[in-house]
């Protein structure tokens, strides 16, 4: 069973930055496909950013955010700079065993728990 578990979230005025992880246990980092959604307050689940197992990678918020993987630690970060208000949300982790960058709620197998962001203006 994998199990994910997000931390680095918190307030931060708007331009400032955070770095979000997410910590994989019960399998290999190597051999899961991870991705990054948010989901804000009366709005559904949106995907952030993905990273296969078998390469590549594909973000959709390019200069600002950057998805990482350690496969040596088991860890996933995503590193969010130049925050707005509107990136406010909670930032969950997922995990997959295909390859490939999905970018669909329902192609995850397994989730974390979510932390929290938010952006002061």
């Known amino acids: 069973q994998v199990q994910l578990v997000e931390s680095g979230g918190g307030v931060v005025q708007a331009g400032g930055s955070l770095r979000l992880s997410c910590v994989v246990s019960?399998?290999?980092?190597?051999?899961?496909?991870m991705g990054w959604f948010r989901q804000a307050p009366g709005k559904e689940r949106e995907f952030v950013a993905a990273?296969?197992?078998?390469?590549g990678s594909t973000n959709t918020v390019k200069g600002r955010f950057t998805f990482s993987r350690d496969n040596a630690k088991n860890t996933v970060y995503l590193q969010m700079s130049t925050l707005k208000p509107e990136d406010t949300a909670v930032y969950y982790c997922?995990?997959?065993?295909?390859?490939?960058?999905?970018?669909?709620?329902?192609?995850?197998?397994?989730w974390g728990q979510g932390t929290q962001v938010t952006v002061s203006s």
């Open positions: 997922a995990a997959r065993y295909g390859s490939g960058t999905g970018r669909a709620v329902y192609v995850y197998d397994y």
């Open positions: 019960g399998r290999t980092l190597s051999t899961l496909s």
């Open positions: 990273s296969s197992w078998s390469g």
